[in-house]
């Protein structure tokens, strides 16, 4: 686990970070609402009084994305555990995980307003696709 990928602008991200925490609500409305026009088999995963899950489901993201670019040692293993709830107790799919990160990227733009920039979307793109990886490698293969 590393943020060495030239693709994210750590310094840019972080203050990006804070201004995005001000917006969390509206962001999660806007993650979920994205994600499931994306994906509407994903909507019958979550139950029906989750909202706050939800809501701790973009936090932990956010987070987790601020802990990667600390290059925090332990985070492989925190987020091996949340995969493995993931994968065993919500069957969420590996090949939900893209249109997730599509759908943070759509919500951080909006939110983000006219000063959204190319290289927030890149740095952000690759942030959550490294993150995405991360959680999908926590993933125990089965056979069926
Ligand atoms: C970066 C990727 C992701 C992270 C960090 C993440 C994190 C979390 C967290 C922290 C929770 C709260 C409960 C818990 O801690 O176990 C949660 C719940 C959940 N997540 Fe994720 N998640 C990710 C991706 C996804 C994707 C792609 C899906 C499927 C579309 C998904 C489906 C769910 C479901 C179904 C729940 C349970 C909600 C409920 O209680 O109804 N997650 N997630």
């Excluded at 987020?79 to 993931?86: E, G, I, K, L, N």
Aim: no cysteine; proline share 4%.
């Amino acid at each position: 686990m590393d943020s060495t990928n030239p693709a994210i602008d750590v310094d840019l991200l972080k203050k990006h970070l804070v201004e995005v925490s001000d917006h969390e609500s509206e962001l999660t409305d806007r993650v979920y609402e994205s994600l499931f026009a994306r994906r509407p088999d994903a909507v019958e995963l979550f139950g029906t009084y989750s909202r706050a899950n939800q809501q701790r489901m973009i936090t932990e993201t956010l987070t987790a994305v601020l802990h990667m670019l600390d290059q925090e040692h332990w985070l492989g293993e925190y987020v091996h555990a949340m995969a493995s709830r993931h994968q065993f107790s919500y069957e969420t799919p590996t090949d939900m995980y893209p249109p997730y990160a599509e759908a943070m990227l759509e919500a951080l733009a909006a939110v983000t307003g006219s000063d959204w920039t190319l290289e927030l979307e890149r740095s952000w793109k690759a942030a959550l696709d490294r993150v995405n990886e991360m959680m999908t490698a926590g993933y125990i293969p089965t056979s069926h």
